[in-house]
């Protein structure tokens, strides 16, 4: 585990090159006193350097000079990332104009490592999930960014913990991503946690008298409802072999390691997955659930549910806006509801997990035209008032803050539908502060939020810390392998029927065999000294 004060040396060096482009120097004073001996001794070594901070930073010809068009590739939106307002904003604020390209929908990890194999020019990959991240440096193709951190990055390296810097740095030392932390929950509250679920329509649940089901019979008996009306499967989804909302019913959250007597066991191990692809394997069976989910693509399901063929489907509430556009046209009344994460039955609460570290992951590719400029267009962004501006805007003009909570103020607000896809890393506990007023970004939205999160801390919260182990040797060179063999047997499992129990010792043969013990092997030794 690298050292904090290793990491506070850093920071230091850092500064001394950079001066006053980021408005770093108030907090100097604070980082000196933090450090020890060690490090100020280092600082009357580099006391030359301080002097002529200014002189390195006016020879820099990356501060000084001429911006160049920087090209970020990203995953798929749903709306034109270079028209967006939101954009704008970013680039008058950095002064880098920035052109955005985006992978496809579907098959968007097999596209990314197909784009950077064939040596396309992208200054940064932003927002990578680790999965991706992973596969990306055991490719080789993740640039080292220290050097460019120590001398560009002061912002970052102040916002992101230590912790997060370790799921990047390899055994040598080398920083080969920049974590985005997002938005963290706080830890004395569930409350803005659910952000998706299971979305019902609520129209369909009042024609069968039904409410929003919380356990999984109650889940049952609406689908069984809805198919002896309709005839029509209730549960649309594209190939997935998890449904958080779901597996809290069996003792699975929406992570992957679980602490079990102190000791790290992974999900394939747990009692409740040979039950939960069973249920499953039922729905599937008597028609339950959509006969197309093994080849079903994300559009298929929603302009199923949208049009009433289907009564519901796994959602995140920021597609709500235009799922309820589109159901408008067959009941201007309906609304998505959400059943977030059911229980096994009344007397049992909801099991879902609140992870921490971050879930993303930029990259700057070994093949980036301008690996300079996108570290310090990065650390601009990077900036907790810039991100702030970027993000939600003015106080008074696009937001207000009440009791401590933030909300949107319209029409201003509109301009920053999307502007949580132009923010760099900001420390996760301000970012959630400030998401709380992007969650109320459309009436149906803070609706649905709201419904959501109502009954937030009834449910059963497990604090997992697995993100911090994403870098370990073994965890980076089998884990996406093994969840891609672990997800295609689940949903084999659930279409071919037959007992549960073969299906999951399939999955613990596969597990054993491709890397999952040397996974489990090393996740506990971390864990050991992770707990120290």
């Known amino acids: 585990m690298r050292n904090i004060k290793k990491w506070t040396a850093l920071f230091l060096s850092m500064t001394i090159g950079l001066g006053s482009l980021v408005g770093c120097s108030k907090q100097d004073a604070g980082n ?20 002529s901070s200014a002189e390195v930073e006016e020879e820099d010809p990356f501060l000084t000079g001429e911006k160049p068009v920087l090209n970020i590739l990203y995953y798929n939106q749903a709306y034109d990332m270079n028209a967006d307002a939101a954009k704008a904003i970013m680039e008058e604020i950095t002064g880098y104009e920035v052109v955005y390209h985006n992978l496809p929908s579907e098959n968007a990890s097999e596209k990314l490592m197909l784009e950077i194999a064939s040596g396309a020019e992208y200054d940064m990959i932003y927002r990578c999930k680790t999965s991706d991240y992973r596969e990306l440096v055991s490719q080789n193709a993740a640039m080292d960014v220290t050097e460019l951190l120590n001398k560009y990055g002061n912002e970052v390296l102040q916002n992101v913990g230590e912790l997060d810097w370790e799921m ?50 109650e889940f049952y008996d609406v689908l069984v409802a809805y198919k002896n009306k309709t005839g029509n499967a209730a549960l649309t989804m594209k190939s997935t072999a998890f449904v958080a909302a779901i597996t809290s019913a069996f003792g699975i959250a929406g992570c992957e390691w679980y602490d079990v007597d102190g000791e790290l066991v992974h999900r394939v191990r747990l009692d409740g997955l040979k039950d939960y ?18 080849i079903n693509a994300s559009k298929n399901c929603r ?30 009344e309906a609304k998505a509801v959400f059943s977030v994460a059911m229980s096994a039955d009344e007397d049992t609460a909801g099991f879902v997990s609140v992870s921490s570290g971050a879930g993303e ?12 400029h996108a570290m310090i267009w990065y650390n601009i962004i990077s900036n907790t008032e810039n991100c702030k501006r970027i993000y939600i805007g003015e106080e008074g003009v696009s937001y207000e803050v009440v009791d401590g909570e933030y909300y949107p103020l319209f029409p ?38 709201e419904q959501m999160n109502e009954n937030a801390d009834s449910y059963t919260r497990y604090d ?55 996974c489990e092997k090393e996740i506990n030794e971390w864990y050991v000294e992770f707990n120290k």
């Not at 000196?32 to 002097?51: I, P």
Request: aromatic share 8%; charged share 25%.
């Open 32 to 51: 000196e006193s933090s450090v020890g001996n060690e490090q100020k001794t280092e600082n009357a070594q580099s006391a030359e350097t301080q002097q």
């Open 168 to 217: 990047v740095t390899d055994e040598n030392g080398a920083i080969t991503g920049i974590p985005y932390p997002g938005a963290q929950q706080p830890a004395d509250t569930l409350y803005g946690k659910f952000t998706g679920g299971i979305a019902f329509r609520s129209d369909i649940l009042e024609e069968l008298d039904k409410e929003i089901p919380t356990t999984i019979d």
């Open 277 to 294: 692809i069973a249920f499953m394997q039922k729905l599937y069976a008597e028609g339950l659930l959509d006969n197309d989910m093994p």
């Open 303 to 332: 302009e199923k549910f949208a049009n009433g063929t289907a009564l519901c489907m796994p959602l995140d509430f920021w597609d709500i806006p235009t799922i309820k556009s589109a159901m408008e046209v067959s009941n201007p």
């Open 361 to 372: 992951i930029c990259v700057i590719p070994k093949t980036a035209k301008n690996p300079e």
């Open 412 to 449: 201003a607000f509109d301009e920053y539908v999307n502007s949580d896809k132009y923010t760099g890393s900001v420390e996760g506990g301000e970012m959630k502060k400030q998401w709380m007023a992007r969650a109320r970004k459309t009436t149906e939205m803070a609706e649905a939020f």
């Open 464 to 518: 997992t810390v697995e993100k911090y182990a994403s870098n370990l040797p073994a965890i980076k060179e089998n884990a996406t392998a093994l969840n891609s063999a672990i997800s295609d047997i689940i949903i084999a499992g659930i279409v071919e029927g037959g007992d549960a129990q073969a299906v999951v010792d399939k999955i613990i043969e596969t597990w054993e065999r491709e890397g999952g013990l040397d």
